[in-house]
């Protein structure tokens, strides 16, 4: 996938930003209503009312085991998010914290309670090239006197065997050697191959699941600096390594520049590769402040036609990674965050919009792109309620049968 790159100039980026989103997260689509009998003939004057019940952006957060004993926090979460991420409970050194013993039990759990509650889920992350988050077990192996490299290999390949076809069919990404920039402990041991392996053999385990790289030194802590990250995706798709989209994380400190947020973006889409903001939070005590960088954070991603989903890091007080960082607070109120993201999420919600069908049985409608609830009614028939999905580039013409309605005594007017 080819992105657009946005404009060279940078000046008024919020106007900007809201002109792209209109372009490129809506569409027009029609819908027509027919007589369920034998004619099917267009019906004029149904009444028509639409409801976007999913968003075809991603807009999601990291989730762990309080999605299983916290009432609030699971029914927080569905009602906030439609795509998560485990936080740490599908990585390696929780899945096999002792060799040999591989436990999925927490993350099946969670896997589970995302399917039951429509949430689509990805995969973070099969290795991670830090040292520091490698088991003690796994240290030991590289550390080991020779040949230490043969027992290594054979346990990095048992970790992709087991975790891969483990979710195989419910991860639709996988993050697959998380930091490559900030770590080397796979490479050091093994080699540089080793790298081009791994995707190599993700892709050839679940073909249908895309592969992602995953980097927070290029839009983190005050960093804007994309060329290692190009290099490094470069070099592994030169070399064989199926990358099918670019994880960026957004660990924003304060500080938060807007203009070199955009520049991050439109210098890694030259790559021709979707992006998503993978790990999302705001290190800001001052809530007020930590409310404007999430949603002028939010504008610049929704907005950029290269980015496809962006996910938060956690969301609330009672369960948080950085320290300043959570949109609910401990007993469940929302803070000023909290209020800005749910006002973002109805700016881009295309809801309660109605329209009557004209003589044609067509009703026109423009709405951001995702799955709407449809409802036709008329004093001559039951509702009916049919679900339709508004996809970028189409066909976005629907036609939905009326439920119990009488056969028109006329043609349409174009007829």
């Known amino acids: 996938m080819a992105a657009l790159l946005l404009s060279s100039s940078y000046g008024d980026w919020k106007t900007d930003a809201n002109k792209r989103t ?3 997260r809506k569409g027009n689509f029609r819908i027509t209503a027919i007589s369920p ?3 099917k003939l267009p019906v004029p004057g149904i009444e028509v009312k639409i409801s976007q019940i999913k968003h075809h952006f991603a807009f999601g957060s990291c989730i762990n085991n309080n999605v299983m004993t916290n009432t609030n926090y699971a029914n927080f979460f569905k009602n906030h998010f439609e795509w998560a991420v485990m936080e740490n409970e599908s990585k390696w050194y929780r899945n096999e914290l002792m060799q040999g013993k591989v436990d999925y039990k927490t993350a099946d759990n969670i896997y ?14 099969i290795y991670w090239e830090k040292e520091k988050y490698a088991q003690q077990w796994l240290r030991n192996l590289a550390y080991a006197p020779l040949p230490a490299a043969s027992p290594l290999r054979s346990a990095v390949e048992s970790r992709m065997n087991s975790v891969v076809n483990h979710f195989k069919g419910k991860f639709v990404h996988w993050d697959v050697d998380n930091e490559m920039l900030a770590g080397s402990f796979y490479k050091d041991h093994l080699g540089e191959a080793i790298w081009y392996w791994m995707f190599q053999a993700a892709n050839q385990i679940d073909p249908n699941c895309r592969l992602f790289v995953n980097e927070y030194d290029v839009l983190s802590f005050g960093r804007y600096d994309t060329t290692p990250y190009k290099n490094l995706i470069t070099n592994l798709r030169n070399n064989g390594a199926p990358i099918h989209a670019i994880g960026v994380q957004g660990h924003i400190e304060v500080n938060f520049n807007r203009t070199n947020a955009l520049k991050v973006l439109d210098s890694l889409a030259q790559l021709g590769l979707p992006i998503w903001i993978t790990e999302f939070d705001v290190n800001q005590a001052d809530i007020n402040l930590r409310a404007n960088d999430m949603e002028d954070f939010y504008r610049i991603a929704f907005s950029h036609p290269a980015v496809e989903g962006i996910l938060m890091w956690g969301f609330w007080e009672g369960s948080r990674w950085y320290p300043n960082w959570f949109i609910v607070n401990n007993d469940w109120t929302l803070n000023e965050a909290g ?5 973002l999420m109805d700016e881009w919600t295309t809801k309660n919009d109605s329209s009557i069908t004209d003589n044609n049985g067509n009703a026109d409608f423009r709405g951001f792109y995702g799955k709407y609830s449809i409802t036709l009614t008329s004093a001559k028939a039951k509702p009916t309620v049919a679900i339709i999905d508004v996809t970028v580039g189409g066909p976005n013409d629907f036609t939905i049968e009326l439920t119990n ?8 007017a174009s007829q």
């Open 22 to 24: 209109e372009q490129i």
């Open 37 to 39: 009998y034998g004619s």
């Open 112 to 125: 589970n309670w995302c399917a039951a509650n429509g949430i689509i889920m990805r995969g973070h992350c």
């Open 339 to 343: 209020r800005r993201y749910e006002a």
């Open 405 to 412: 309605i009488g056969e028109p005594t006329h043609l349409p």
